[in-house]
């Protein structure tokens, strides 16, 4: 998984690349290069680490002129993150450069069949490969050498393409990967995503799979997968580069946990209108909302996570059966899935791709899909039969929250929408549970404001190896996304169980001084929860609590608590987590660790 841009226009380019590929280093942080074309010529500088590596190398740009480029920032799949295997990869000629984001799944027969006739290979990457096939199909026609050589590729690819035999022109490329096409006067663009591109135009154009488009400064031309001319639409990007900012805060995930409350909110306020839910891009009709016998909910990473705590609200309000799988095995298993089911597919990027495979997977089975993703345009929300976006926003951090909780938002929206479509819900709880829905916004603004001591309990348990997060229920849903935040971005190993299961092996690891966070907001269940608490204190552990505000009890057993306001037990996941992403964000930076782009990780996982 990587990012890509591309630049065609009068300005210096290797600038403006560098700008662009500091906006998608999100996606990738291993290595990073560029190539320019200059009077027919091209030069390339690539370098392993950070893009600031690759600022400092060529001078933020100025090393390299020309008017035309592209650029990559790197995150390794196949050979390891160095110089040689950065890209931009270049043709034995010097006359063709590709940047990719992807996997190139026959480059192995590929790759022996360019040996045996004579190309040298520089790199273990898959994405090598493409240069040489440019070289060996070069007709003298850019398109149709693009055209051919694509035409050899299996797997997913967003690929540049600068030849040096056409000063000012860049083909990009777009197969199962995210591709975005940037409008501008006298100059265009192409980027992974539209972050790379607001800083120039809000003119965009999406790409579908198996598109191509040829740029210079002065046009664009789409061309269909048999090279036909098409017409596509210019959209308008609405997202406000101070967005994609940090804000003030010290870092993006810090930013997106307090811009909750206002995430949440505009994932809530278009769709209520007075009494009513209406779910713009689901506009299902009692009849059709009857067809459906069971819903699965499939997603990776913390979207999993959101699922498993929407699943109980859409359970209990729908009376249907709901179960959730993590997409990357799903995509693999033999599911019980037919036009009965409706597959939920929850996704911040849009672009995930076990997610992606999962949902076609499904759909060949006949599946309805509602797509439930922060990126508008991206893959998912293209593949499903209705989307309903989260407007988050745009989020930077590789750790989510505000995705997290609005995709939590929207299945509550769904859940008591169709429950009041189908008449399984009076009228009276119709209205209380809308208005605690409507209310979630000030509640999470409260944890927000109430929690003050959390970077001081984060000083306190840093120096543990190890932490449980135990609960029962949404508490437990709620465990597995708080032991998530903490692992990913502290690196303290941090295990989530169902609290009622710790007698049956997990007690055995409970010793003097372990940490164990204690969910107790279902007020349904709290007291089970306590009797779990009551046992890992008489084992020594330390005992960090959440619980509601008004729940006195907890302090006779806990260490530590923390507070969140009362909210119906079907919704308080959404802000229950909020004070376990603070509790996650001041630990990380109490032990120093690089929060916004914790080491291994990425944020849009667009390979297997
Ligand atoms: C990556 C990110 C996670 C995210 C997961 C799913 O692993 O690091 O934060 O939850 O992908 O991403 P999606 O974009 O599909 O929600």
Redesign the pocket.
């Known amino acids: 998984m990587c990012g890509i841009v591309g630049f065609t226009g009068k300005q210096s380019a290797a600038p403006v690349l560098l700008a662009g590929l500091k906006k998608l280093e999100y996606r990738g942080y291993d290595s990073a290069g560029i190539a320019v074309e200059n009077d027919g010529l091209i030069s390339v500088s690539k370098v392993s680490g950070r893009i600031a590596n690759l600022c400092e190398k060529t001078k933020d740009g100025a090393l390299l002129q020309g008017n035309t480029g592209i650029g990559h920032t790197r995150w390794a799949t196949h050979g390891a993150p160095t110089d040689v295997n950065a890209h931009p990869h270049i043709s034995n000629d010097r006359r063709f450069t590709v940047v990719h984001n992807g996997i190139i799944e026959n480059y192995m027969a590929l790759r022996e069949e360019l040996i045996e006739k004579g190309y040298h290979f520089e790199s273990q990457t898959d994405t090598e490969v493409v240069v040489h096939l440019l070289e060996m199909y070069d007709s003298g026609d850019f398109k149709e050498t693009v055209m051919r050589t694509t035409a050899r590729l299996e797997g997913s690819y967003a690929l540049g393409i600068l030849c040096a035999d056409c000063p000012g022109t860049i083909y990009a490329v777009r197969e199962a990967s995210p591709l975005i096409l940037g409008v501008g006067v006298g100059e265009n663009f192409f980027a992974s995503d539209v972050t790379a591109l607001v800083a120039y135009t809000r003119n965009a154009i999406y790409l579908e799979d198996g598109e191509f488009a040829a740029l210079t400064p002065n046009g664009i031309s789409v061309f269909d997968c048999t090279g036909a001319p098409i017409r596509k639409e210019i959209s308008r990007i609405t997202w406000s580069i101070e967005a994609a900012e940090k804000g003030g805060y010290d870092h993006f995930m810090l930013k997106e946990i307090m811009e909750q409350p206002r995430a949440v909110k505009a994932a809530l306020t278009p769709r209520l209108q007075g009494d009513e839910i209406h779910l713009d891009g689901f506009d299902y009709s009692a009849e059709e909302l009857r067809e459906i016998r069971k819903v699965v909910i499939t997603?990776?990473?913390?979207?999993?996570?959101a699922g498993c705590a929407g699943k109980y609200a859409i359970e209990k309000l729908c009376r249907l059966p709901v179960t959730v799988e993590l997409?990357s095995e799903l995509r693999y298993s033999d599911p019980q899935i037919d036009s009965s089911t409706l597959l939920i597919v929850?996704?911040?990027?849009?672009?995930?791709a076990d997610?992606i495979a999962a949902m076609k997977e499904c759909q060949k089975r006949g599946a309805k899909t509602l797509a439930v993703?922060?990126?508008v345009g991206s893959t998912?929300a293209k593949l499903a039969d209705h989307t309903l976006y989260t407007w988050a926003g745009p989020e930077i951090a590789?750790?989510?929250t505000k995705?997290?909780t609005t995709?939590l938002t929207v299945l509550y929206l769904f859940a008591l929408y169709t429950a009041e479509k189908l008449a399984l819900v009076s009228e009276e709880d119709y209205h209380r549970l809308l208005s605690q829905l409507q209310g979630l916004p000030k509640q999470m603004q409260q944890v927000l404001d109430m929690n003050t001591a959390i970077p001081r309990l984060a000083e306190k348990y840093k120096h543990n190896s190890s932490v449980f997060f135990i609960g029962r229920n949404t508490d437990y849903s709620v465990a597995l996304e708080g032991a998530?935040k903490l692992k990913?971005i502290s690196y303290i190993h941090a295990e989530a169980y169902a609290a009622g299961e710790l007698k049956h092996g997990t007690i055995a690891l409970i010793d003097e001084g372990q940490p164990v966070v204690a969910l107790c907001c279902n007020e349904m269940i709290a007291e089970k929860t306590m009797n779990n608490i009551i046992e890992v204190k008489a084992r020594g552990a330390k005992v960090l609590a959440v619980a509601e505000k008004g729940n006195r009890t907890i302090l006779s057993q806990a260490d530590d608590v923390i507070y969140i306001p009362r909210v119906d037990p079907l919704f308080s996941a959404a802000v229950e987590v909020v004070p376990l992403q603070l509790l996650a964000y001041y630990t990380a930076k109490e032990k120093g660790c690089d929060i916004d782009k914790?080491k291994n990780?990425?944020?849009?996982?667009t390979v297997e």
């Open positions: 997603a990776c990473g913390s979207a999993y996570y997409a929850l996704s911040q990027s849009g672009e995930t997610t993703v922060n990126v998912i590789v750790a989510t995705g997290y995709q998530l990913e914790p990780l990425a944020k849009s996982v």
